[in-house]
């Protein structure tokens, strides 16, 4: 079995300063794990993935994510908020069947 | 490419009624799904296919049929619609090569049953 848990529901920072969103899994098989961002009244769009290979991961608009097996987390960070990055964050881990088991969600607000 | 798409983009129904939620991908993933996104619970897993003729419950299955008689097409139906269903349904689709692994979504189904 394999679930997700995302500390933080709701996580605010100030434009220009560094963001953190919190994921750790448990999965019984290595794991491959996602960051999905879902804008407002949209559908999700993949952020970054780790699939085994380097565990800093670089993804689009200027997110990283580490994978670190010994505290089974896998964090978001961004160096300094855009008022862009306003949106939900969705952490998933997916395992050696198909499925992807998705985490309940951040959502990040960037004040002025 | 149009990648996922999914039909109706908004949909009001009355407590009893059938529909059927669109979903239609043009990437030849083996792969397809159907998630429900309620508030405060992430994206849960309604049913999926691994390919035309295969189905399997995720889970939150019950209310809802699936079927896949082709590789493009995973309709979910909604036999009876409850108020409990109102959400909005994303489908997604990926490739069964696990180098990959990304799931693809569509741009979701508001549903509301009164």
């Known amino acids: 079995a394999q679930s997700v848990t995302q500390l933080g529901s709701h996580v605010s920072v100030s434009e220009g300063a560094l963001v953190l969103l919190r994921c750790n899994y448990s999965?019984?098989?290595?794991?491959?794990l996602f960051w999905y961002v879902q804008y407002p009244n949209q559908g999700l769009q993949l952020l970054l993935k780790?699939?085994?290979?380097?565990?800093l991961v670089k993804g689009i608009n200027g997110f990283e994510a580490e994978f670190k097996k010994s505290e089974t987390s896998f964090h978001l960070t961004k160096p300094s908020a855009h008022m862009s990055d306003a949106a939900e964050y969705f952490c998933?881990?997916?395992?050696?069947?198909?499925?992807?088991?998705f985490g309940k969600g951040t959502l990040l607000t960037v004040n002025p | 490419n149009a990648g996922v798409t999914q039909t109706p983009k908004f949909q009001v129904l009355k407590t009893g009624q059938s529909m059927t939620l669109q979903c239609a991908q043009d990437?030849?993933?083996?792969?397809m799904s159907w998630y429900r996104q309620d508030p405060g619970m992430g994206l849960r897993l309604i049913h999926y296919?691994?390919?035309?003729?295969?189905?399997d419950q995720g889970e939150v299955p019950n209310g809802y049929n699936v079927s896949r008689s082709t590789t493009e097409d995973f309709p979910l139906r909604l036999l009876s619609a409850a108020p409990s269903q109102t959400s909005v349904y994303f489908c997604?689709?990926?490739?069964?090569?696990?180098?990959?692994?990304?799931?693809?979504f569509g741009p979701g189904t508001r549903l509301t049953v009164t």
């Open positions: 998933a881990v997916g395992g050696s069947n198909y499925k992807l088991t």
């Open positions: 780790y699939t085994s290979a380097a565990t």
């Open positions: 997604a689709s990926r490739t069964l090569d696990r180098v990959s692994y990304e799931q693809y």
């Open positions: 296919s691994v390919g035309a003729g295969i189905t």
């Open positions: 999965s019984s098989v290595p794991p491959y």
């Open positions: 990437m030849n993933h083996e792969y």
